[in-house]
């Protein structure tokens, strides 16, 4: 299994609203990665898991808020966004280990706030 | 500090013929390097990476990368495209802090 699975595929919520998108992976991997993508834009670093340790948090809004349960479960937790944040979220992961070791990639959940 | 520079923003090459998208970086110390393809509405597929000592790399669906030290390139070939190739194209570039740095990306637009 070389898949990361990301859910929901679409979400639409007002300003008020909180709600999770939720990634999995079964390849073992130690790393994972919350990214946002604006269109035809490359992806931007939100926050690394390492070991099931928050590792980096790039200066994301607390209104962004990660969480990892578990080796397999990377989620995050949105409340009062902003119609700014409407953006392709991307989850991925890879093995923790050589640098030459490339990072899988689930679909997205494209994210509209109304 | 690290960069990759993806100098075009699109890149039109007629079906059957080669195409060529570019990439340069900037890093201290050895450079590992990855190309990704965005197809519309979906996330990032893996293609290929450098790893030490092999300067052409062979990717997926007959994508290959020519490495160049001197000119600190990483340059994404194909000896024949497809209308199927279509799509937005990611160089990257993981440095000592482990995760990846992106390029601007690359539209590439092959015309029947």
């Known amino acids: 299994d070389t898949e990361v699975t990301q859910t929901p595929k679409h979400l639409v919520m007002g300003m008020t609203n909180k709600k999770s998108l939720k990634c999995e992976q079964h390849m073992g991997h130690r790393a994972m990665y919350w990214y946002k993508q604006k269109a035809k834009k490359p992806p931007e670093l939100m926050f690394v898991y390492s070991y099931e340790k928050l590792s980096i948090n790039e200066s994301v809004p607390s209104r962004f808020s990660p969480e990892c349960p578990n080796s397999s479960l990377l989620n995050l937790h949105l409340h009062a966004l902003q119609p700014e944040d409407s953006a392709l979220y991307l989850c991925a992961s890879s093995p923790l280990g050589g640098y030459n070791t490339e990072a899988f990639f689930g679909q997205g959940t494209r994210l509209t706030v109304v | 500090a690290q960069s990759v520079a993806q100098p075009e923003d699109q890149v039109n090459v007629a079906e059957g013929n080669p195409l060529t998208v570019k990439c340069t970086y900037s890093?201290?110390?050895?450079?590992?390097l990855f190309w990704y393809v965005q197809y519309p509405n979906r996330g990032l597929q893996f293609l290929l990476k450098?790893?030490?000592?092999?300067?052409l790399v062979k990717g997926s669906y007959g994508f290959e990368a020519e490495f160049n030290k001197s000119q600190t390139s990483f340059h994404l070939k194909k000896p024949s495209a497809l209308v199927s190739d279509s799509a937005l194209y990611f160089c990257a570039l993981r440095g000592s802090a482990r995760q990846l740095t992106f390029g601007s990306g690359t539209q590439l637009t092959v015309l029947p």
């Open positions: 890093v201290s110390g050895n450079p590992y």
């Open positions: 450098y790893i030490t000592g092999d300067n």
